[in-house]
Structure formats: structure tokens, C-alpha cells
């Protein structure tokens, strides 16, 4: 099956620090990658929808300036967290499609902690 | 855009009973309907999926119905093991704009 990889697992950062956050799909090309923020005990929130090649689409509530997401090839999609603060700690999972298939595939996740 | 209720939130059952998570959606356009187990500190991994040109679909144990009339679809989930234990999420939608339910924490006693 599709797998797809994200690092890292799990961060802690000083508040004012950015970090970056890889998504990666190894045996396939993801044209559209998803990034999802998970609080504890809480679903998945759609962050923003990624396309190779072009601007992320974010949803509502989401600051793009302070989540950057870069889809710069058809295997890899990042997203930074620049100036991150306490409130921003939270697990940050990642999923690729094909470009014709809604099946989604998850990355393990990253725990972001900022202190 | 898409709304997504799962119910019950919480599901405690006997081991070898079954359990069944129900989801409603919004949008009649949605036509793809996942539904993802996550372990603690996992990621979500798909256990079976139904479009909307299908009513049921059976895997083993677990089946997933669908009415679109009503816009809901359930998780059923026969003879239940404690590694069912996890939490169960449904999904709704199509061209790869999915929304996710709120989760189901299945617990399963020995």
C-alpha cells in the first residue's frame, strides 16, 4: 500500500522558534497533500489543502502566515510553524491522495510541544 | 461546505459483541465515505471505505451501510476483540475535500 512519511515525530521548541514539518509520500505522487491539526481527544481539523505547484488553499480560522506550507514537488510537502507559541502544541498529521482517488493515506504524525 | 456528526462519542462493549458507530452528513454531493481507526498517538488508518453508488459493503468484521436519502452511514463492527479498542473516525465527502466526525473511543472489555 501507499505510505507516507512525516517528520519529525515529535518536537520541542522554544516559544519564538519556527519549526518545519516534512510530509513525504514514498511509493506514489501526491499532487494533493492535507495537513490536520489533532488537539487530545478531538478529531481531525483540516488545516489546508496543499497542490504541487501552487498556493495552499487554508481553511477558515487558519493563519497562513504563521502556518506555511510549501507542496514543491510531487513527493514532499512541508509545513512550518514560524513563531510558535504554547497554544500552537498540538499533534500535526499530514495525508497524501493520488490525484484521481479520495482514498487518503496518513503520515505517523508530529507532536509539536512549545515551551 | 460539509458537516460531519458521528455518534456515540464514547462505546464500551463485551468482547465478542458487536458495536455500531452511526455518522450523518450535510452535503448531498459528498460520495465517498472512509472510516479510520487511530490507536493513541497513531495515525488514522482506513479500515474500509464505501462510495455512494454502494448501499453495504462487508469486510470480515467489519460492514459499512449507507443511505443517501438520510445522508448517514454506519460502522458496524461484529464479534469485537480488545484490540478493537482504539478510536473509530468517519468521514464524508469527495475530490479529495474530506471532513472528518468528532471520533468514537471503542473500548472493548476482555
Known amino acids: 500500500g501507499a505510505v507516507v512519511s512525516q517528520h519529525p515525530s515529535w518536537v520541542i521548541c522554544k516559544s519564538g522558534t519556527s519549526v518545519k514539518i516534512e510530509c513525504r509520500s514514498l511509493?506514489?505522487?501526491?499532487?494533493?497533500m492535507f495537513w490536520y491539526r489533532q488537539f487530545p481527544k478531538q478529531s481531525l481539523m483540516l488545516m489546508a489543502t496543499?497542490?504541487?505547484?501552487?498556493?495552499?488553499?487554508?481553511e477558515q480560522g487558519v493563519e497562513k502566515d504563521k502556518f506555511l506550507i510549501n507542496h514543491a514537488s510531487l513527493t514532499l510537502s512541508t509545513l512550518t510553524v514560524t513563531s510558535a507559541h504554547p497554544e500552537d502544541s498540538s499533534f500535526y498529521i499530514c495525508?497524501?491522495?493520488?490525484?484521481?482517488?479520495?482514498?487518503?493515506?496518513f503520515g505517523s504524525g508530529t507532536q509539536l510541544s512549545v515551551l | 461546505g460539509e458537516n460531519v456528526e458521528q455518534h456515540p462519542s464514547t462505546l464500551s462493549v463485551q468482547e465478542g459483541d458487536s458495536a455500531v458507530i452511526k455518522c450523518t452528513y450535510s452535503?448531498?454531493?459528498?460520495?465517498?465515505f472512509p472510516w479510520y481507526k487511530q490507536e493513541l498517538g497513531k495515525r488514522p488508518q482506513l479500515i474500509i471505505d464505501?462510495?455512494?453508488?454502494?448501499g453495504e459493503k462487508k469486510d470480515q468484521r467489519i460492514a459499512v451501510t449507507l443511505n443517501k436519502t438520510a445522508k448517514h452511514f454506519s460502522l458496524h463492527i461484529t464479534e469485537t476483540q480488545p484490540e478493537d479498542s482504539a478510536v473509530y473516525f468517519c468521514?464524508?465527502?469527495?475530490?479529495?475535500?474530506?471532513?472528518f466526525g468528532a471520533g468514537t473511543r471503542l473500548t472493548v472489555k476482555p
Open positions: 495525508s497524501a491522495s493520488y490525484s484521481t482517488n479520495e482514498k487518503l493515506f
Open positions: 511509493d506514489f505522487q501526491a499532487t494533493t
Open positions: 496543499s497542490n504541487e505547484g501552487s498556493k495552499a488553499t487554508y
Open positions: 452535503d448531498s454531493a459528498s460520495n465517498y
Open positions: 464505501i462510495r455512494s453508488n454502494v
Open positions: 468521514a464524508a465527502g469527495n475530490n479529495n475535500d474530506m471532513r
